[in-house]
């Protein structure tokens, strides 16, 4: 072999070759050959040698073109003398790692994975509901690879963890994931956590190959009915290869409608042999006391509080009387913010940003879990969390603004530059360009070129800066070098920080635990964001992160993206389960982007045209805000047409605009086990109806519905529907409300309804706002206020109901809301006489409503206080005869925190209390000096007008 140095090496790196020799059973360890030819010895092109000698009993040999880290290498002429024939040997392509150092840090991972997992264990009495769980009675009860035993799959007496006998898997090459499964039926318990865990030994797996378990939860219709799947989780892959028994564990929660659990223990393609042993699955003793994070990492300036949530096991571990939870904010080693709250199983605390007073520095938050003596019973460990302005590319909801308006993101991994003129056509907005590497310095020209290119087509680009992370300290000088020499490319839209961190970990350096990781991500950001204020960060989180793996990830960039890459037939149900999954894990406004899967990695598999648009549907209809594909060249053209016909149809604009946008109300919905579709009615007055097959039992469908709304008030009775987008009939023709359509399997179509008489639409809602996600129980309050003329916007279909309101919109909401007038002469000296809400507090200090704050001031724009809120709306509602005064003191008794009312609105606060305009908050405090959102103030406003 030749090998030559392109940059400089360090001096104890260099380039390896490897020969291993394989039989049958694995490698043949002993007769491996290694050789390493350092840095310093290759300035020029030279050869490298290396000899071994076959064991009989060798099948065929592999050779490994490796390189120690630190460099670039370049391989040419490989020669290999000795074989017979082509067929009895292989090469593999040059790998930027050290086996070594990969085997190092992963038994590393695997002892902290062990220290973990140790202390989980079945709780006291619990049963284990494994039959045969040591496999002592041969193969009773255990379902093998594709239904059979033999040379993949066996039960063994060579290997045992206790008893006389183990699950022996067999991997090759030609066995795709073998695995041994059982099935178990039972009434879970939805409080309990449950807890699956297994002995297991590897031995001769190849570089790369893991050993895992995985968990499927079934619905009513049980594992034989594949449309009863519910959930899939998946352990992590432990990769050792050190003939040691090692526990591997994994526990979770069953919801209620749950009736099936099956399981599986396997291990990936490849060579190599694993043995199972000591199954057990029941509810667990958790190991896990406590919980606690913050809802975001990063946490923009504007926003007026950071949230956090902390949960406690209260089914394991009784919360004991007087107990509490200490949350702690530190500046390095100084305290700058402590506050102890009452324990409970779950508490949202929350503490003003601005206490992080210096932008961009790293500061740590904690939480203790204390008896009421001051005993800790368990605590958090300190994280970091970071106060940055909001990229000026985002707003207030997390959404891109391109050229001003918000931007649809269609996206493309894979992408190559030879496409850009086909991806545009077909509506594509966003790629990921893999021509060549982006994370190199090397390659800055020559990727500044193809951004250029990019930026012709209106593409807009995510920069992949990692490796595998761009804040590793290894790739923090490149990070910055990358950042500089692009961040004012028109084509940029966000960098891409790090793929899968729940996964990630870098080979070849040192060893990294989860922390680690998770804090090499942080520092990209940190990087990015302190030399490009405009751009955004995104990451991807993987295909079966579990809700903690999504919330810890999610806390970490701006724009998040999940890959949850269906397979065959499976494009139904799995990705809206791991979108909605997704979507419960965000606590923040951030997009979310769904990558569907359109490779060969699942091969002979690959989506049909209504497959991948079914990703797409499912996607969006779980609450995301863009949808693209990961390709390769292979598939490039059945994903660029299946894209340009949604674009072209207008399939993808209604979507978009209904599902994403929320400009256009449901007329009506049903989700059931044959099918589903949804019905809305556009802003000028047009309808448009998808409806999706949902059977996935390989047979046709039919759907039968009235288009008749979900209110009742309106009903369509004879119609044409056309066709939009999807592969079946063209028009769909009813002389009464009845829509009839025979749907083939994994079939989804949008059609565009035309009414044979004109039909009012007026009786069908019109959402007003589109930005009430999470705001549920204000969401009516805020609708109507809107519609009584009394609510402002804070833009196009945005009301902003988490910010603070302030003191001149709370006036304009209060005198509309109780119908005064005036003849107001005089304007405080700070109101600007064209504001939104002048007249409105001009008339409030007319009739002595509005007192100001001294000077002649009124301070329009700053927050109004809780208490102070209610001594106004208290003296407005008197005004009209709405509200009387009441035994302050025995209504407010109650609350913990009326110690905290001022003496001049003590009378007022009980009186507001008395009449339920206010009731106070769940935890039994009222709050008086806390600032009050545009959400409260909607709902009193609607408790004062009805």
């Known amino acids: 072999m030749y090998i030559n140095e392109l940059l400089d090496l360090d001096d104890d790196k260099g380039g390896c070759l490897k020969i291993e020799f394989w039989n049958t059973v694995g490698i043949i360890n002993s007769a491996s050959v290694f050789g390493c030819f350092e840095g310093t010895e290759l300035k020029k092109w030279e050869k490298c040698t290396i000899a071994g000698i076959a064991p009989e009993d060798a099948t065929y040999v592999r050779i490994h073109l490796r390189m120690d880290c630190g460099g670039d290498i370049v391989w040419d002429d490989v020669t290999f003398t000795g074989a017979t024939t082509k067929e009895n040997y292989e090469v593999i392509s040059a790998k930027r790692d050290n086996a070594a150092k990969q085997w190092e840090y992963s038994n590393k991972l695997l002892a902290e994975e062990q220290a973990k997992t140790a202390a989980i264990q079945l709780a006291p009495g619990a049963v284990n509901m494994i039959p045969n769980p040591g496999f002592e009675e041969a193969e009773a009860s255990w379902n093998p690879f594709k239904g059979q035993w033999g040379p993949v799959i066996s039960i063994t007496d060579a290997e045992a963890h206790s008893g006389s006998y183990s699950a022996k898997i067999l991997s090759t090459p030609a066995t795709y994931n073998p695995w041994v499964s059982q099935t178990i039926r039972d009434n879970f318990d939805p409080n309990a956590t449950y807890m699956l865990s297994a002995w297991v030994k590897a031995e001769h797996l190849e570089y790369g190959n893991a050993v895992f378990m995985k968990a499927e939860l079934y619905s009513s219709g049980g594992v034989d009915n594949s449309a009863a799947l519910e959930e899939e989780i998946e352990s992590s892959n432990y990769k050792f290869n ?11 929660k069953i919801a209620p409608h749950i009736t099936a659990f099956k399981f599986y223990l396997r291990t990936s393609t490849g060579n190599g042999v694993v043995y199972y042993d000591d199954v057990e699955f029941g509810v667990a003793g958790s190991s896990t006391v406590m919980q606690f994070y913050a809802d975001a990492t990063f946490n923009y300036t504007e926003v007026e509080n950071i949230a956090t949530t902390t949960t406690i096991d209260n089914f394991n571990h009784p919360i004991e009387a007087g107990s509490i939870v200490e949350y702690t904010i530190k500046d390095g080693d100084t305290v700058i913010l ?11 605390w929350t503490f003003p940003t601005m206490t992080l007073a210096e932008h961009g520095k790293a500061y740590t938050i904690s939480a203790a879990y204390k008896k009421a ?8 460990e300190p994280r970091r969390i970071f106060r940055y302005n909001r990229p000026t590319m985002l707003d207030e909801q997390g959404r891109f603004i391109v050229d001003g308006k918000p931007l649809d993101p269609i996206m493309l991994y894979g992408a190559k530059s030879q496409h850009f003129a086909d991806y545009a056509a077909a509506g594509i907005t966003v790629i990921r360009i893999d021509d060549i590497r982006s994370d190199t310095v090397g390659n800055i020209d020559a990727f500044r070129k193809l951004m250029d290119e990019a930026d012709k087509y209106g593409l807009k680009v995510l920069y992949q800066l990692y490796g595998n992370s761009a804040g590793h300290p290894f790739q923090i000088p490149t990070t910055k070098i990358l950042v500089n020499a692009f961040k004012d490319h028109p084509a940029l839209l966000a960098w891409m920080l790090c793929d899968e961190p729940s996964y990630q970990f870098l080979p070849g350096r040192e060893a990294q635990t989860h922390k680690e990781i998770i804090e090499y991500v942080e520092d990209g950001y940190k990087v990015v964001r302190d030399i490009d204020p405009h751009h955004p960060t995104f990451v991807c989180e993987g295909t079966s992160g579990t809700p903690t793996a999504y919330e810890e990830g999610f806390r970490l960039a701006d724009i998040v993206a999940i890959d949850p890459y269906p397979k065959a037939n499976n494009e139904t149900t799995w990705t809206y389960q791991i979108t909605q999954r997704a979507m419960n894990a965000l606590h923040t406004e951030k997009e979310v982007w769904n990558l569907g899967y359109a490779h060969d ?19 969006i209809w779980a609450g995301a805000d863009g949808y693209g594909y990961y390709t390769n060249d292979e598939r490039t053209q059945a994903v660029i047409e299946t894209l340009k016909k949604s674009h072209e ?7 978009f605009d209904h599902f994403v946008r929320k400009n256009s109300p449901v007329f009506d919905e049903y989700m059931g086990n044959d099918f589903w579709h949804r019905s809305w009615v556009t802003k000028d007055g047009k309808m448009y109806l998808v409806v999706k097959e949902h059977a996935n039992n390989g047979s046709n469908t039919e759907a039968s519905f009235n288009l008749k709304s979900t209110n009742g008030l309106v009903e369509i009775n004879g119609f044409t529907a056309k066709l939009v987008n999807g592969n079946t009939e063209q028009y769909v023709i009813s002389d009464n409300s009845t829509f009839n359509l025979t749907l083939k399997p994994a079939q989804i179509s949008m059609y565009q309804i035309y009414p044979n008489n004109a039909v009012d639409f007026s009786a069908v809602s019109l959402p007003i706002f589109n930005d009430l996600a999470g705001f549920e129980w204000a969401a009516d309050a805020i609708e109507n206020i809107a519609k009584n003329k009394i609510a402002n916007s804070k833009g196009a279909n945005i009301y902003a109901p988490g910010q603070n309101i302030t003191r001149g919109d709370f006036a304009m909401y209060l005198i509309r809301s109780l119908g005064l007038t005036a003849d107001a002469a005089e304007q405080f000296a700070d109101v600007d006489p064209n504001a939104e809400y002048a007249k409105e507090v001009a008339i409030g200090k007319a009739l002595g409503i509005l007192k100001g704050t001294g000077g002649n001031v009124y301070n329009h724009e700053e927050p109004i206080s809780r208490q102070d809120l209610m001594v106004i709306c208290a003296r407005g509602l008197r005004m009209v005869n709405k509200l009387y005064n009441a035994d302050a003191a025995a209504i407010l008794a109650r609350f913990t925190d009326t110690g905290l009312i001022a003496d001049y609105a003590f009378e007022d606060i009980g009186a507001m209390v008395s009449s339920k305009i206010v009731t106070g908050n769940p935890d039994m405090t009222i709050n008086p000096l806390g600032n009050t959102t545009r959400a409260e103030a909607a709902v009193i406003m609607d408790r004062i007008i009805k």
């Open 338 to 348: 402590q506050e102890a709250v009452p324990a409970a199983a779950s508490i949202r």
């Open 601 to 619: 990695w699942y091969a002979p598999y690959f989506p049909t045209d209504d497959g991948l648009r079914m990703q797409n549907y499912m996607t």
């Open 649 to 655: 149809s207008g399939e993808r604009a209604q979507m």
């Open 242 to 252: 050190d003939a040691e028994w090692h526990r591997i564990c994994m526990t979770f």
């Open 373 to 380: 003596d001051g005993t800790v019973i368990t605590e958090s």
